[in-house]
Nanobody, 125 residues
């Protein structure tokens, strides 16, 4: 089973940028979906973005609240998925998690079977 490790979180002012990384070990990503989720204090974990690699190529999908601000990408040579976060807002403050699932995985947490430990993102106003 693949192990995932997130990095790149930190403290940033509103309007700033961060790039999160999700590095996989134990097994190459291959054809699958890698998703980013986040969980703010007292709230449920929610979907942020996903990227699927299959015979069609690369397909991305974003939650409405990050469209135009966040960009998900992956480098299969490094077994790493990135989440570039621009124009950050205080409401983006959360622990961000990456997870892997099959090529049919969508926005539900139940679609994903391997999770990282998360990285904290704090956006100050």
């Amino acid at each position: 089973q693949v192990q995932l490790e997130e990095s790149g979180g930190g403290l940033v002012q509103a309007g700033g940028s961060l790039r999160l990384s999700c590095a996989a070990s134990g097994r190459a990503f291959g054809w699958n979906t890698v998703g980013w989720f986040r969980q703010a204090p007292g709230k449920e974990r929610e979907f942020v973005a996903r990227i699927t690699i299959d015979w069609r190529g690369s397909i991305t999908y974003y939650a409405d609240f990050v469209k135009g601000r966040f960009t998900i990408s992956r480098d299969n040579t490094k077994n790493t998925v990135y989440l570039q976060m621009d124009s950050l807002k205080p409401e983006d403050t959360a622990v961000y998690y990456c997870a892997t699932g099959g090529i049919g995985s969508r926005q539900s947490l139940q679609d994903y079977n391997s999770w990282g430990q998360g990285t904290q993102v704090t956006v100050s106003s």
